[in-house]
Structure formats: C-alpha cells, structure tokens
C-alpha cells in the first residue's frame, strides 16, 4: 500500500518550536513541499493520533557492535578500560562475514526505527576478510550494510573508514587490526566503487579517517584531497580525544592535544564531525566549536566505556552544534541519549536544565532540535526536521501511552525522554514519508531479530 503523501497533525514540533494544526505534503520523494501551520483537519486527509516531532538522525555507528552487547560487561583486569574493551571488541570482529554483519545491521536498524532514530551514519571500518585479505569484491561489507539499511528502511551516509597505522607516528598496525586497513589509493578505489550503489538509493557517502592514531598526517591530508575529487561537499567524521591516553600520545608525537592538531593541520569546517571530542581545553572547544563542525555526542556508549563528559559548556560557548549517536550500541534509543547527555550535566554541575536555550526553556525540545539539525549536518543528507526542503522523516508519538496521556504535545516530548520507557512511547515512524514503523513494530521485526540471535550464537559459539 501507497503511504499517503500528506498528514494532518493536532501538534507537530518544528524547526522553530511547537505548531498547532501542521499539515505536511511530501512529494514522491519524500522530501516536504509544504508544512503549514494553523490549519484544520480537512475531510479525506490522513491525521495523525499524536504529537510529531523531527526523526533523529543517529550520527555516529558501528553495526558490527551489536552483536556483542553484554559480553564485555565483566573484570577483566585491575582497571578495565576502553583499552581492555577493545581488545574484546576487536577478538569478535575478527570473526564477523558479510551476511552476519547484514544480520547484525539489519536488526540493529529495526531497533533504531522502532527507537526513533530514521537515518544512520555508518562509520564502517571492517573491510576485509578475517586474515585481512579483500574480497573478491572489495566492498563486500560496505554492501552489505546498504542492503540492510535498504531493507529496514532507515536512511544511511556510509563512512568507509581509513585506518593505517596503529598509533601516532605511524606505529605498524598489529594483527588485530588486519581488517580495517588501506593505502589511501585503495581507499579512493574503495569510494569510486561504492558511489554508485549509495546514489541509487538515496544514501550519501563520505569519509571516515579513523582517527589521528590510525591515520598519518600525509595520508589525511591525500584522502581529503581525493574526497574533495569525487565530491566537494561530502561529510568527513573522525574519532577524535575520547580516551586521556590518546591525548597524552597526541601530545608526546605532536606536542598539541588532538582537537587543536586538527585545528592547526586540517581544514575543520561544517563538513567535518568530530566524534566524542571528549578530552579538550576550554580553548580548544570554543575554538573547535566556532569551525561549524558537528559534536559526535555518543553519551551511552562514552558512559559504557568510561570515557568521560563533553565540554559542553565550552562547545555552546563557540556556538558549537552537535548531534548525537548510538556508536556501540549498547543502547539503541534516540530518547536515552538525550537523556543521558542532561544527566551527564546535571551531575557534573549540579544543576537541572542545563540544555535549556533562552528561546526554549523545556529541554527535550530544545535538544531534539538541536542533535536533529546537527544529526543532519553530520550526515550530508536533507534531513533537518520538518521543513520545506527537507525529508518527510518522523516519529508520531503515542498519545495513549500511560507517561504520555492527558499531557500536552510538548510535556510528552519531556515525559518521551525523561519519563516513560521511552521506545515504548513511539507509535509510528516514517522515513520520506514512507511507514516504517506502526503501533510501536517495525514489520521486520520478527524476522530480523530471529536472523539476529542465531547469528550471535554462532559468534558466541565461535568465541
Ligand atoms: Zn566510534
């Protein structure tokens, strides 16, 4: 069955704020034509039963990840870290084939549309076979993920990952890593041959150089240029001062903390997002902030691996943007990382509402407005909210929901992220206008998630 190609909605929160009687048109692309405020039902046209609010797009993921959530949640050492994690992290991707990666992908997109994220970027680093040779077509893997954001329908900007070294100073990249790597003209290749499959379905392709550990200066400075080659305007993500550790050695090779050798060697702009930014000097983070780039905000993910808090004060000080993204996912819910990311303030400063905005004092809206536009940013792609222009991306709400009932539009909203059993909350979601999720289910679900658990058991079995 044909989605409709417009909706009526009592409320609907737009790029501006909260709208009563939104009538939305979408063309047969998906992208809105119309959004008018102040109207009245008409006879014939669909209405929505709850609030709508913009899907989130999710600006920071690696699939893979989900196939080994709660594996690692044990003491392995005296002080367990992100560098013990990865080294767990890194015994079970080993393993991982293309159609298990498209089974652990695509349940895993399920789950993020049934959480109300509609987009995903994908910054996708296991490229080769488990010896580390390529494939017989090279971007088996890469494929493999756009078929499954294709079935599930949740939009997608893939971020093919280069990785070449395995610390700072180009130290060799050891076993473990064989997966992940490229020479930057094999990296270029690897882009020319995925342009067409992205562009046929709509998803936008990028680049992810790993990190400034993984990636020599020279070679960033070539794989940008080359980036630049295929497309101007194409997004470019990288990790960048989650871990102490890696600033320290930033600091040793360099003499500058990672954040600022970027600034000084790169040209950080609105294309760029910067993926946790955890670690920085206030003048760092203002000055990083004032570029345009995107915050890669993961604040489940950095709470599960003990990374610790984004500067936000300093960030919104340069008039920083931001997003957020289920990167591990060790939760998959838009909500949550909302949430977590107030709590984080909260308790390091002792306040509530921190992510209040003068214009805006309730600080779910606030927040959904802006990790969407920032989201948005981040993945290249017109997904900004509920606009002219932009796709017909969104979450309706459930307004019988026992934290949602009774309320108005915009204290469900607060009740969806701090309140309720948040993806539980969710009644529909479209993405361009298509139904992706009705009545809290994706139409996959069933399926997906019984491909899933067979998959992670043989990985576990394998272990
Ligand atoms: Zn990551």
New binding site residues.
Partial sequence: MKDASSLWAADALLPGGWARGVTLDWDDRGRLTAVRAGTAPEPGRPRAAGPLVPGMPNL?S?AFQRGFCGLTEYRAQVADSFWSWRELMYRCAGRIDPAQAEAIATWLYVEMLEAGYTSVCE?HYLHHDAQGRPYAQAPEMALALLRAADRAGIGMTLLPVLYQAGGFGGVAAHAGQRRFLHDTPAMMRLLDSLKPACDAQGARLGLAPHSLRAVPPGSLREALAGLDALDATAPIHI?VAEQVKEVEDCIAWSGLPPVRWLLEHAPVGPRWCL??ATHMTPDEARDAARTGAVAGL?PT?EANLGDGLFDMVHWREGGGRWGV?S??HSTVNAAEELQWLEYGLRLAKRQRNVMAEPGQPHVATAMTLAAVAGGARAGGRPVAGLAPGQQADFVELDPDHIALAGLSAQDMLSAHVFGSHRTSAIRSVRVAGRTRVQDGRHALREAAAAAFVEVRRTLVAEA
């Fill in positions: 920071h690696h910054f990790h993926v946790h993961c993910t993204g990167d591990s």
